[in-house]
């Protein structure tokens, strides 16, 4: 696995993973403003609540697909190392809530009342999991 | 039933926006993030450290027995000279 994922990202197993988290991180910080135009708490006179909350699906499931990459890149090329225990309980707390979201959008209707909080909740933990990794190769 | 298809063509065009602004922070994220890192990978820069930093230890030992020689054939020939 290591072998294939050196050989896939050429070299640059970190690289590749930086800039795919960072892509994530800020498009999280998107999908907070898409929702906020979806649900009327922002109103903007160029986008109305449904396009907004449409895009807002349709960039999250890109979203859901480039965090499971990052996360096959992580635990497959560095696995779980002692120094990055923080780091680790991030992104397992993220993929948590972030697959618990999935399914209270897809299976779960009766729990929609809920998914503003878990939103929010997505997008703080996909900001601290990028702070506690990506961000001191970037500052 | 024009207005309907007015709203929808509306729609499409705010969904389409929306995605677009979307593409444009990847683009920039992927292009300020490369420029940040250089073209040097982590993996070189981390390795290059390493020798540097192993080269450094080598060259302190070094120093440190090179001293320590010179102390012994110092006390050695004091001793020759008592003698």
């Known amino acids: ?139 | 039933m024009e207005d309907d298809k007015a709203e929808r063509g509306g729609t499409g065009r705010q969904l389409i926006g929306s995605l677009a602004a979307a593409a444009l922070i990847v683009a920039l994220a992927i292009w300020a993030v490369t420029a940040k890192l250089g073209p040097t990978s982590i993996a070189e820069r981390e390795g290059a450290e390493e020798r540097a930093e192993e080269a450094e230890e080598a060259k302190e030992e070094a120093r440190e027995d090179a001293e320590e020689a010179r102390e012994d054939s110092g006390r050695n020939r004091r001793r020759g000279g008592r003698n």
Request: glycine share 8%; with cysteine.
């Open chain 1, 1 to 139: 696995m290591e072998d294939f994922l050196f050989g896939l990202t050429r070299g640059n197993v970190s690289e590749v993973k930086i800039v795919l988290a960072t892509v994530v991180a800020l498009l999280a910080a998107y999908q907070v403003g898409l929702m906020a135009v979806g649900y009327g708490r922002l109103r903007l006179p160029f986008l109305k609540p449904v396009p907004a909350s449409r895009a807002h699906r349709a960039i999250g499931d890109s979203i859901v697909a480039v965090t499971v990459t990052v996360a096959i890149l992580c635990v497959g090329y560095f696995g779980f190392e002692d120094d990055a225990a923080v780091h680790i309980l991030l992104a397992c707390a993220l993929l948590a809530v972030l697959g618990f979201k999935v399914m209270v959008v897809r299976r779960l209707p009766g729990l929609g009342h809920l998914l503003p909080a878990l939103g929010i909740t997505v997008f703080l933990l996909f900001w601290a999991t990028w702070l506690s990794a990506a961000a001191e190769h970037l500052f």
